[in-house]
């Protein structure tokens, strides 16, 4: 019984077949669509019956329902080409074909699997869940590797690989290479530049074997390896971001040039990098410098805001300007001045200067009062009226109510007592007693 495997759903699809004769064995040929007796029937998985196949006339290779054409009597005797029925592969798994009735013919059986898969699909097999586009390409299963073959020679830190690799520079750089066969198997390292010229790959670290023309090597894509890494690393700097690094000036610290920050050019002289105060973050808050040591050779050209509490010693000052008014200290230290530039008469450590001195003498002696000015007598009218009001008053007044309260007129009413002032009748002040009985004092 023969056996053929078909794509579920598919439709149109022609198959041969070999008829022989049923005493012999030999091939049968000259059978037509309508040579007498034949017949065909299929039977698909889950019918309870046959189904008869009406045969058609056909040409070679255009099928036809039921189509039955032969191939070559003389070169391929007993094959013919049969159309199958869609109706007999359209929904179903398997599907069982049987001619039978001409002359002479052994009965011809035929079973069609039917498969969900395309094993004629070159790129995904008919496989749904797999990419359909060629390994490698876009949309495809990416390739595991992007470049193999044999090399044509090696050197310590170097291997040039095949002719046919690719003419363009660095295209291989940051990928694995694997020498997996020939001198140096079992070797891996990292390719770090590569000349598409010469074919000449760089590799970052030396080969523990030296490869050669026989080593045959696999560059894996990989790209470049990052890693997050807590602690501390050793490791072997030679390049950032493709670009070698230098050799530094102090072994184990990295020189580094710092060209942009967030995409800004850094200013500042070589070596130096500048701080861009008005750009720095939050600048209108205060910004904690504790434990930094700011040195200031230029002038300071102004500043806003009021400067608070200095803690500390204060160093040597350079290229402030005073004015011609204010002397200039050159050292200060614990509240001292210690050294003075641009002071009249060099005074002593510590002292004030002349100018300071006149300055204090001559206010001094202003506000000094004269001998004549304490001794000049004060003339007091005792015809003053006497004041009625705690307001300020002259010593004539003051010495008036005193007199009015020593000798003037009092009465007492009640809980009311008046005092009258020298002539008895004009009334300087009343006061309230606590009892009109027995007073203990006024209010």
Known sequence: MAQQNFQKGTTSKLTRIFIQNSTTGAPITGLVYNSSGLQAYYIKEGDSSTTVITLATAVLGTWTSGGFKEVDSTNMPGIYEFGVPNAAIA?????????????????????????AVNNQDAVHYGLGALPNASYGSAGGIPAQTIRGGTAQAGAASTI?????????NNLYNNQVIFISGGTGAGQSNIITSYVGATKVATVANAWAVTPDNTSVFVIMATGPSTATVSGTVNANLTQILGTAVSTPATAGILDVNVKNIAGTVSAGAAGYMALDWAHINAPTTVQNLSGTTISVTQAVASVSGAVGSVTGNVGGVTGVTFPSTVASPTNITAGTITTVTNLTNAPTVGDL????????????TAATPTAAAVTT???????????????????????????????????????????????????????????????????
């Open 353 to 364: 200067t002349a100018t300071m001195k006149a300055s204090v003498t001559t206010a001094a």
């Open 91 to 115: 929904t179903t798994n398997s599907c069982f074909i049987y001619l039978t009735g001409a002359t002479s013919m052994a009965p011809c059986q035929l079973l069609l699997e039917l498969e």
């Open 160 to 168: 040039t690989l095949d002719a046919s690799a690719s003419a363009t």
């Open 377 to 443: 007598p004060v003339t007091i009218s005792l015809s003053q009226a006497i004041p009625t009001s705690n307001t300020v008053q002259t010593i004539g007044d003051a010495l008036n109510a005193a007199r009015a309260q020593g000798f003037g007129k009092w009465t007492i009413s009640g809980t009311t007592i008046t005092l009258y002032a020298g002539d008895g009748t004009t009334v300087v002040r009343t006061f309230t007693l606590d009892s009109s009985t027995a007073p203990t004092q006024r209010t």
